[in-house]
C-alpha cells in the first residue's frame, strides 16, 4: 500500500516549457487534490477533484490545467511554465471519517520544481 | 469560508504539554474542525478532528469551546519530533468540500 505517489521528485524547467505532474493513489479514495506551497508559506488549493470526471478551481489555479483521468490518478498540467511557478507541489487525496463526520486527506512528498 | 487565526509560532520544552490554541469565531453549525500538521520536508498528515466535544486519540486531544469560537489542540508529552507547523482547519460536512489550509503555527520544541 504505497499511499499517494507523486512523480517526478524533482524538476527544473526553464520558462515556457510545459510539463505534467502525475499524482495516483491506491487508497480507493475519491476526493483528490492539488496544492503548491511556497517557501515559509502555507499551503494553496489549485485544483481539486470530488470524483472522478469532475475538477473544480481552487485558490491559485491560474496557469495550470489538471485532468482526473480515472479514480486513482489526477494530473497537474503547466502549459507554459512561469518563475512565478517555483514551488513544491503537493497532491493528496481524502476519506470520509465517521462519528463524527470528518475528512483525513493523505498526502504524498511532493513535487519541488523550479522554473528558471 | 469561514476563517481561522492561530499564533505565528510558539515554543515549548521537551517532555512538557502543549497547548496550540486556534479561533474560529465565524465558525458555522456545519463546520467542522479538523488539524493536521506539517513536518518539515514533509506532506502535512491529519492529526485530529471533532465538532462540539472534546476528542482524544493516539496523536493528540482537541479541546473545543463550549461557544465553537475558538479550540485548542493538546500534545500531552512534547518531542522533538513534534516540531512542524500546525494547521487549524474548518470544514463543512459536505464530504466534496475542498481543504483550505491556513498559515498555522509553527511550533519549536527545546531539548
Known amino acids: 500500500n504505497a499511499g499517494v505517489t507523486q512523480t517526478p521528485k524533482f524538476q527544473v524547467l526553464k520558462t515556457g516549457q510545459s510539463m505534467t505532474l502525475q499524482c495516483a493513489q491506491d487508497?480507493?479514495?475519491?476526493?483528490m487534490y492539488w496544492y503548491r506551497q511556497d517557501p515559509g508559506m502555507g499551503l494553496r488549493l489549485i485544483y481539486y477533484?470530488?470524483?472522478?470526471?469532475?475538477?473544480d478551481k481552487g485558490e491559485v489555479p491560474n496557469g495550470y490545467n489538471v485532468s482526473r483521468l480515472n479514480k486513482r490518478e489526477f494530473s497537474l498540467r503547466l502549459e507554459s511554465a512561469a518563475p512565478s511557478q517555483t514551488s513544491v507541489y503537493f497532491c493528496?487525496?481524502?476519506?470520509?471519517?465517521?462519528?463524527?463526520?470528518?475528512?483525513?486527506?493523505?498526502f504524498g512528498q511532493g513535487t519541488r520544481l523550479t522554473v528558471v | 469560508d469561514a476563517k481561522t487565526t492561530q499564533p505565528n509560532s510558539m515554543e515549548s520544552n521537551e517532555e512538557e504539554p502543549v497547548h496550540l490554541p486556534c479561533n474560529h469565531s465565524?465558525?458555522?453549525?456545519?463546520?467542522?474542525i479538523h488539524w493536521y500538521r506539517q513536518l518539515p520536508s514533509q506532506g502535512p498528515e491529519y492529526v485530529i478532528h471533532?465538532?462540539?466535544s472534546n476528542v482524544n486519540n493516539r496523536m493528540a486531544s482537541l479541546a473545543i469551546a463550549e461557544d465553537r469560537k475558538s479550540s485548542t489542540l493538546i500534545l500531552h508529552r512534547a518531542t522533538l519530533r513534534d516540531a512542524a507547523v500546525y494547521y487549524c482547519?474548518?470544514?463543512?460536512?459536505?464530504?466534496?468540500?475542498?481543504?483550505?489550509f491556513g498559515k498555522g503555527t509553527r511550533l519549536h520544541i527545546l531539548p
Open positions: 477533484s470530488a470524483s472522478e470526471g469532475t475538477t
Open positions: 465565524t465558525i458555522s453549525g456545519t463546520d467542522y
Open positions: 471533532g465538532l462540539t
Open positions: 493528496a487525496s481524502s476519506v470520509v471519517l465517521r462519528d463524527p463526520i470528518g475528512t483525513e486527506a493523505f
Open positions: 482547519i474548518l470544514r463543512g460536512g459536505n464530504r466534496d468540500d475542498k481543504i483550505i
Open positions: 487508497m480507493n479514495h475519491n476526493s
